[in-house]
C-alpha cells in the first residue's frame, strides 16, 4: 500500500507546480461592408469593364479593403444607395434602342443581394440615387431628357412611383438643354436641389413627404455662372449652406439659403492649383462628419482637393491637393468616422485608401491601393 501511495503523493506534488492558463479565444476582427458601383460596358465617356455590384470588406481597425465579389449583375450600376438592408442602384441606359434606364431595388440577405425588382426612370441615363432623411422616397436623377422621378419605399424596400419632375428646355436656346445629376434633400427634409448641369442651374422644389410630391419652390432655382456645369452637392449639417460642386468650370459655388425662402451665391472657388493648365473635370464632393473639412474629386488633375469650412460663414478656404493614384476619380467616400478616404479610379481601376490627418483634416498617409474593375460609386 505505501509502494502505492508514494507515486501518487509524488504526482500530486509535481501537478501542483504546474501553471495553467486558460486559452482565450482571438477576437473578431470587425469588419464591414461598402457596395462598389461599376460601369460594364463600352459607352462614349468609359470602357466599362466591370460585371456589375460589387461588396467589399473593409477592416475597420486599418481602414484597409480586405476582399470583394461580385453580388449581383447589372448593366451600368453606376450610382447606388443604401439604406438600412436595402440597396438601390440605377441601371445607366442610353444606347440605341434604349428609351428608359431602370432603378433596380435589392435586400442584403447577409453577404448577397435579393431582387426585389426594378422600375423605368422614364429617362435615359440615370446617374443619381439618393434618399429624403426619413428612407420614405427614393430620388433618381436622369441625365438626359430632363426628367427626375420619385419613388416610395414600402416595408420591404420595394418601390412604386410616387412623382416625376421634367425640366424644360432653355427659352430660346434650342441647343442647350437639361442635364440633371443629382438630386439632394435638405436636412429638415422640406426641400429638394437638383443640380442641372446642361442648364447651369440648380433646381429647387418643396418636398411633401405625405403625399411624395414635388412643388416648384418660390424661387425656381439658384443661377449659376454660364459654362460652371453643376454636377453634385451636399448640404450643411444645419441647411444653411449648399455646395455645389461644378464639373466645367472646376469650381464650388457655396450657396446661402436664408430660412428655405432666399438663396444666394456667396463664393466660387477653384478645385485646382494655380499652375495647372491641363483639362480636368470635378465630380463628387462630400463634407467631414465634423463639417470641417469638404473634399472635392478631379478627373484629370487626377486628385482630391481639400477645403476648410469656415463654421459662421460657411466659406471655404483650400487647404491642398492629394493624388487620387490613377486616372479619372468619378467617385470617393468617406469611412463613418471620417478617419479614412477612398478614392475611385475610374479608368485605372484601382482605389486609393488614404488615412485622413485630423488635424488638418489632409488624406495624406496611403494606406493601400487595390484594383476593382471600372469602379465609379462606393456606397458606406
Same mark, same amino acid.
Request: proline residues 6%.
Given at each position: 500500500m505505501k509502494k502505492i501511495l508514494f507515486p501518487l503523493i509524488a504526482l500530486g506534488l509535481f501537478l501542483s507546480t504546474l501553471t495553467f492558463t486558460a486559452?482565450?479565444?482571438?477576437?473578431?476582427?470587425? =469588419?464591414?461592408?461598402? @457596395?462598389?458601383?461599376?460601369?460594364t460596358r463600352t459607352e462614349g465617356h468609359?470602357?466599362?469593364?466591370?460585371?456589375?455590384? @460589387?461588396?467589399?470588406q473593409i477592416d475597420e481597425a !486599418? &481602414?484597409?479593403? %480586405? %476582399?470583394h465579389e461580385l453580388v449581383a449583375e447589372l448593366v451600368n450600376p453606376s450610382f447606388l444607395e443604401k439604406v438600412g438592408n436595402n440597396l438601390y442602384a440605377v441601371s445607366e441606359l442610353a444606347q440605341a434602342g434604349e428609351k428608359t434606364g431602370y432603378v433596380h431595388a435589392y435586400a442584403i440577405r447577409g453577404k448577397k443581394l435579393k431582387s426585389l425588382g426594378k422600375l423605368p426612370t422614364n429617362g435615359r441615363?440615370?446617374?443619381?440615387?439618393?434618399?429624403? =432623411? !426619413?428612407?420614405?422616397?427614393?430620388?433618381v436623377a436622369n441625365y438626359l431628357d430632363g426628367v427626375a422621378m420619385v419613388y416610395r419605399r414600402d416595408a420591404s424596400g420595394q418601390l412604386s412611383v410616387s412623382d416625376q419632375v421634367t425640366i424644360p428646355h432653355a427659352v430660346n436656346q434650342p441647343d442647350r438643354q437639361p442635364w440633371l445629376h443629382s438630386v439632394n434633400v435638405s436636412p429638415d427634409n422640406q426641400l429638394v436641389a437638383i443640380a442641372d448641369k446642361g442648364l447651369d442651374k440648380v433646381w429647387l422644389f418643396q418636398l411633401d413627404v405625405a403625399t411624395g410630391r414635388l412643388r416648384p419652390h418660390a424661387q425656381a432655382f439658384i443661377a449659376l455662372p454660364a459654362g460652371s456645369g453643376p454636377?453634385?452637392?451636399?448640404?450643411? *449639417?444645419? &441647411?444653411?449652406? +449648399? @455646395?455645389?460642386?461644378? *464639373?466645367l468650370s472646376n469650381t464650388v459655388s457655396v450657396v446661402h439659403n436664408r430660412e428655405n425662402k432666399e438663396f444666394r451665391v456667396l463664393q466660387d472657388i477653384s478645385t485646382l492649383p494655380e499652375d495647372f493648365d491641363g483639362a480636368s473635370y470635378c465630380a463628387d464632393l462630400h463634407l467631414s462628419p465634423s463639417g470641417r473639412y469638404l473634399y472635392g474629386s478631379n478627373r484629370g488633375h487626377n486628385s482630391i482637393v481639400q477645403y476648410r469650412v469656415n463654421p459662421i460663414s460657411g466659406g471655404l478656404t483650400t487647404v491642398g491637393w492629394t493624388s487620387t493614384k490613377g486616372d479619372y476619380p468619378r467617385n470617393f467616400g468617406l469611412d463613418p468616422h471620417g478617419r479614412v478616404l477612398y478614392a475611385a479610379n475610374q479608368n485605372t481601376?484601382?482605389?486609393?485608401? @488614404? *488615412?485622413?490627418? *485630423?488635424?488638418?483634416g489632409v488624406? &495624406? %498617409? +496611403?494606406l493601400q491601393e487595390y484594383q476593382i474593375p471600372t469602379p465609379v460609386c462606393l456606397e458606406f
Amino acid at each position: 500500500m505505501k509502494k502505492i501511495l508514494f507515486p501518487l503523493i509524488a504526482l500530486g506534488l509535481f501537478l501542483s507546480t504546474l501553471t495553467f492558463t486558460a486559452v482565450t479565444p482571438s477576437p473578431a476582427v470587425a =469588419r464591414y461592408d461598402v @457596395y462598389v458601383g461599376t460601369y460594364t460596358r463600352t459607352e462614349g465617356h468609359v470602357d466599362g469593364k466591370a460585371d456589375g455590384i @460589387y461588396r467589399m470588406q473593409i477592416d475597420e481597425a !486599418t &481602414g484597409q479593403i %480586405k %476582399k470583394h465579389e461580385l453580388v449581383a449583375e447589372l448593366v451600368n450600376p453606376s450610382f447606388l444607395e443604401k439604406v438600412g438592408n436595402n440597396l438601390y442602384a440605377v441601371s445607366e441606359l442610353a444606347q440605341a434602342g434604349e428609351k428608359t434606364g431602370y432603378v433596380h431595388a435589392y435586400a442584403i440577405r447577409g453577404k448577397k443581394l435579393k431582387s426585389l425588382g426594378k422600375l423605368p426612370t422614364n429617362g435615359r441615363a440615370p446617374c443619381h440615387v439618393s434618399l429624403d =432623411r !426619413t428612407g420614405q422616397l427614393v430620388f433618381v436623377a436622369n441625365y438626359l431628357d430632363g426628367v427626375a422621378m420619385v419613388y416610395r419605399r414600402d416595408a420591404s424596400g420595394q418601390l412604386s412611383v410616387s412623382d416625376q419632375v421634367t425640366i424644360p428646355h432653355a427659352v430660346n436656346q434650342p441647343d442647350r438643354q437639361p442635364w440633371l445629376h443629382s438630386v439632394n434633400v435638405s436636412p429638415d427634409n422640406q426641400l429638394v436641389a437638383i443640380a442641372d448641369k446642361g442648364l447651369d442651374k440648380v433646381w429647387l422644389f418643396q418636398l411633401d413627404v405625405a403625399t411624395g410630391r414635388l412643388r416648384p419652390h418660390a424661387q425656381a432655382f439658384i443661377a449659376l455662372p454660364a459654362g460652371s456645369g453643376p454636377r453634385h452637392a451636399t448640404w450643411s *449639417e444645419d &441647411g444653411q449652406f +449648399l @455646395y455645389v460642386i461644378n *464639373e466645367l468650370s472646376n469650381t464650388v459655388s457655396v450657396v446661402h439659403n436664408r430660412e428655405n425662402k432666399e438663396f444666394r451665391v456667396l463664393q466660387d472657388i477653384s478645385t485646382l492649383p494655380e499652375d495647372f493648365d491641363g483639362a480636368s473635370y470635378c465630380a463628387d464632393l462630400h463634407l467631414s462628419p465634423s463639417g470641417r473639412y469638404l473634399y472635392g474629386s478631379n478627373r484629370g488633375h487626377n486628385s482630391i482637393v481639400q477645403y476648410r469650412v469656415n463654421p459662421i460663414s460657411g466659406g471655404l478656404t483650400t487647404v491642398g491637393w492629394t493624388s487620387t493614384k490613377g486616372d479619372y476619380p468619378r467617385n470617393f467616400g468617406l469611412d463613418p468616422h471620417g478617419r479614412v478616404l477612398y478614392a475611385a479610379n475610374q479608368n485605372t481601376g484601382n482605389i486609393a485608401v @488614404y *488615412e485622413i490627418d *485630423e488635424t488638418s483634416g489632409v488624406p &495624406g %498617409k +496611403l494606406l493601400q491601393e487595390y484594383q476593382i474593375p471600372t469602379p465609379v460609386c462606393l456606397e458606406f
